[in-house]
């Protein structure tokens, strides 16, 4: 069966401390595709990356960072020097052929960047 | 940048009503997806549909729900007689095609509330 826990259900730091967000995930797959969103209290879901099951390269984006770890089945992303605009609650998310490509969301996490 | 379309943005609608949520997929996409998320909770996936019939849904989309593609470009979701527990945001996806490798493009969403 498919799964994506993010423990973390709150997360609070100040302005300009890093922060990372947790992702783990279970799949029966040896590939599969994993996912971040944000969704800011507008409501839409903002796309931030897709990774798949057979690179595990770290990847960076300004202040983003990802960091996949299969042999922890772990995807966790980390904000460096956090800002207000990051408040918001994100998603980490797995789709394979186990899932018939549907994507499977953990509970989110959100993040409250305090100034 | 191609982009799917939702409307309404929001929807009060009187408990046993009907209802129709709208998308706009992006135009050579062919699969199609509605994902549904209950206010704080997690996203969760309704259905997905390819070649104008229904390719996979979830218990939670019970009789109550119907989706169609009534023209070849939009893509709709009904719920016959909304309940107080269909209040939630629904989320329209579209992909090229149903692979791995592939994002689905997700609408902004429509926010429906059912009073």
């Known amino acids: 069966a498919q799964k994506v826990t993010q423990a973390q259900t709150e997360i609070s730091v100040v302005e300009k401390e890093d922060v990372t967000l947790d992702c783990v995930y279970e799949t029966r797959d040896t590939t599969y595709y994993l996912f971040w969103y944000k969704q800011p209290p507008s409501g839409e879901l903002v796309f931030l990356i897709r990774r798949n099951s057979f690179d595990e390269q770290n990847e960076i984006s300004g202040r983003y960072s990802w960091n996949f770890q299969k042999s922890t089945s772990s995807f966790n992303f980390t904000i460096t020097a956090s800002q207000v605009v990051d408040s918001a609650v994100y998603f980490c998310?797995?789709?394979?052929?186990?899932?018939?490509?549907?994507?499977?969301f953990g509970s989110g996490t959100r993040l409250l960047v305090r100034p | 940048e191609p982009e799917v379309t939702q409307t309404p943005s929001h929807q009060v609608t009187q408990m046993g009503q009907e209802v129709i949520l709208r998308c706009v997929p992006i135009?050579?996409?062919?699969?199609f997806y509605w994902y549904r998320q209950i206010l704080g909770q997690k996203v969760e996936f309704l259905v997905s549909?390819?070649?104008?019939?229904?390719?996979?849904k979830s218990e939670i989309f019970d009789d109550q729900f119907s989706v169609e593609r009534p023209d070849g470009s939009n893509f709709t979701l009904k719920i016959r007689s909304t309940k107080l527990e269909d209040s939630a945001m629904y989320f329209c996806?579209?992909?090229?095609?149903?692979?791995?490798?592939?994002?689905?493009?997700f609408g902004q969403g429509t926010r429906l509330t059912v009073v």
């Open positions: 549909f390819y070649n104008n019939e229904i390719s996979e």
């Open positions: 998310a797995l789709t394979s052929m186990d899932s018939s490509y549907k994507l499977i």
């Open positions: 135009s050579n996409h062919l699969y």
């Open positions: 996806a579209s992909s090229e095609e149903e692979a791995l490798n592939l994002e689905a493009f």
